[in-house]
């Protein structure tokens, strides 16, 4: 009996230490060498403009083009190209009939890595892109789930056209946050 108590203890706190050993061992100096970088979106309703961090690395700016509202930010799609004028990565869409393309940002969610905030892009009653304003950048592990979930999720929602969409395997709390953001977003573009 006292064997068996022994074996049973020993493994329970190996599988304990196995399962609770950090694997990301260079955190530290990722984050310093590279912090997350801060952009600023304009809200389509609000005066005021949230900070948001991109997953490509690179600043964007986002900028409304005149009384349409129709300020859109860049692709969100990874690219190494950055701008500092506002003008070149909006929209150039002036038309202000009703199928002009609107933005929507959706609430930011909290998740245990970071928060995570989805940007819609509708025209004609139809979502035509998907892009995050937020997604937890931290260290390396956080930047390669996300450099890989997110441009899935982008494509999915405008496949499903609604918040019904498949979380990405691996990335469960981001899909989630994204998915909780992407709803609201929907809500506020009236869907």
Same mark, same amino acid.
Request: net charge negative; hydrophobic share 30%; glycine share 8%.
């Given at each position: 009996m006292r064997r068996i108590t022994l074996w049973a203890l020993s493994t329970l706190t190996t599988l304990v230490l196995l399962f609770s050993y950090h694997t990301s061992t260079s955190s530290r100096s990722a984050a310093a060498t590279a912090p997350p970088v801060l952009a600023q979106a304009a809200a389509p309703s609000a005066s005021s403009t949230p900070e948001a961090t991109t997953p490509s690395g690179s600043p964007t700016t986002s900028g409304s083009s005149g009384s349409s509202g129709s300020g859109s930010t860049g692709s969100g799609s990874g690219s190494g190209s950055s701008s500092s004028t506002p003008s070149s990565s909006s929209s150039s869409s002036s038309s202000s009939s009703a199928s002009a393309a609107k933005t929507y940002d959706g609430n930011a969610v909290s998740t245990r890595f970071g928060n995570v905030q989805v940007q819609i892009t509708v025209a004609g009653g139809k979502i035509t892109a998907a892009q995050v304003l937020q997604v937890p950048w931290n260290d390396h592990r956080d930047q390669e789930i996300n450099s890989y979930a997110v441009p899935v999720l982008n494509s999915e929602v405008v496949q499903a056209q609604s918040a019904t969409i498949d979380m990405v395997s691996g990335a469960t709390y981001t &899909? =989630?946050?994204? /998915?909780?953001?992407?709803? &609201?977003? /929907? =809500?506020q573009a009236h869907l």
């Open positions: &899909s =989630d946050g994204y /998915i909780q953001s992407l709803q &609201s977003a /929907i =809500d």
